[in-house]
């Protein structure tokens, strides 16, 4: 089904080559939030930078329960 929606698929040890796994993470909260989000915050990002972040389709948030 995620396919059919356009998503690909790695091998975690493939993903991990990123570059963007070596970037500093200094947010420690007991909230979770995405590793996007915790990188930005170490970067300084602060209030609008987090505004219009996508809302996932209903399938997504189904798959998700």
């Known amino acids: 089904m995620l396919v059919n929606h356009?998503?690909?698929?790695?091998?975690?040890?493939?993903?991990?080559?990123d570059p963007?796994?070596?970037t500093k993470d200094e947010f420690y909260k007991k909230a979770g939030i995405s590793w996007l989000d915790r990188w930005a915050y170490t970067q300084?990002?602060?209030g609008d930078f987090y505004a219009g972040?996508?809302?996932p389709e209903d399938y997504i948030n189904e798959l998700a329960k």
């Open 20 to 22: 963007a796994y070596l």
């Open 44 to 46: 300084g990002k602060r």
């Open 6 to 17: 356009g998503y690909k698929f790695t091998t975690l040890e493939e993903a991990l080559k």
């Open 53 to 55: 972040e996508p809302v």
